[in-house]
T-cell receptor, first 114, second 113 residues
Framework: NAGVTQTPKFRVLKTGQSMTLLCAQD?????MYWYRQDPGMGLRLIHY???????AKGEVPDGYNVSRLKKQNFLLGLESAAPSQTSVYFC?????????????FGPGTRLTVT | GQQVMQIPQYQHVQEGEDFTTYCNSS?????IQWYKQRPGGHPVFLIQ?????EVKKQKRLTFQFGEAKKNSSLHITATQTTDVGTYFC?????????????FGGGTRVLVKP
């Protein structure tokens, strides 16, 4: 099993450009998440999904959109990139249920916006 | 909203020494998880604590959940160079649905050989 994979690994964008980050998981997890990680600020939740066809806003959703058309994929879009979106983006997935389950993280995408 | 704070932000440790990192939540948690992120890597799950006052051990790592379920600690004994990395706690508020976690800012551990 590959676990959680992310593409691309690195990307440089100019201000105003758009792009889509792809996350895929092969563990049949219901829940998927997108985080951004900035130095000294830990992981902040951007958007998440509790199942195919559903998405919800996290802590820092502005400037991002997501889609979960298939259970195994979770896409993160930047419509008009800004330098403040320079960050490392991590996707994660987990089982669903009343309790909390560990989250499995992908290797990350390092995005620079100039 | 809920906040999770970790102290210290940085921990410089001599190899062989012990240290503790602390995690404090502004709200009562249903459970808390700890993750480790090696330099250049991604967060990897270490452990989950659910019960008030719970203590769990993993070799040289001891995790504790506070009685009020608002704080947690990670104690590492006889630090080794393999312990280098950033340790994050992540809490789920008691009234939150699903598996949405709030992460602390992390404690970055540097080991001096």
């Amino acid at each position: 099993n590959a676990g959680v994979t992310q593409t691309p690994k690195f990307r440089v964008l100019k201000t105003g450009q758009s792009m889509t980050l792809l996350c895929a998981q092969d563990m049949n997890h219901e829940y998927m998440y997108w985080y951004r990680q900035d130095p000294g600020m830990g992981l902040r939740l951007i958007h998440y999904s509790v199942g195919e066809g559903t998405t919800a806003k996290g802590e820092v959703p502005d400037g991002y959109n997501v889609s979960r058309l298939k259970k195994q994929n979770f896409l993160l879009g930047l419509e008009s990139a800004a330098p403040s979106q320079t960050s490392v983006y991590f996707c994660a997935s987990s089982w669903a249920g009343q309790g909390a389950y560990e989250q499995y993280f992908g290797p990350g995408t390092r995005l620079t916006v100039t | 909203g809920q906040q999770v704070m970790q102290i210290p932000q940085y921990q410089h440790v001599q190899e062989g020494e012990d240290f503790t990192t602390y995690c404090n939540s502004s709200t009562t948690l249903s459970n808390i998880q700890w993750y480790k992120q090696r330099p250049g890597g991604h967060p990897v799950f270490l452990i989950q604590l659910v019960k008030s006052g719970e203590v769990k051990k993993q070799k040289r790592l001891t995790f504790q959940f506070g009685e009020a379920k608002k704080n947690s600690s990670l104690h590492i004994t006889a630090t080794q160079t393999t312990d280098v990395g950033t340790y994050f706690c992540a809490g789920k508020p008691q009234k939150a649905a699903g598996n949405k976690l709030t992460f602390g800012g992390g404690t970055r551990v540097l080991v001096k050989p």
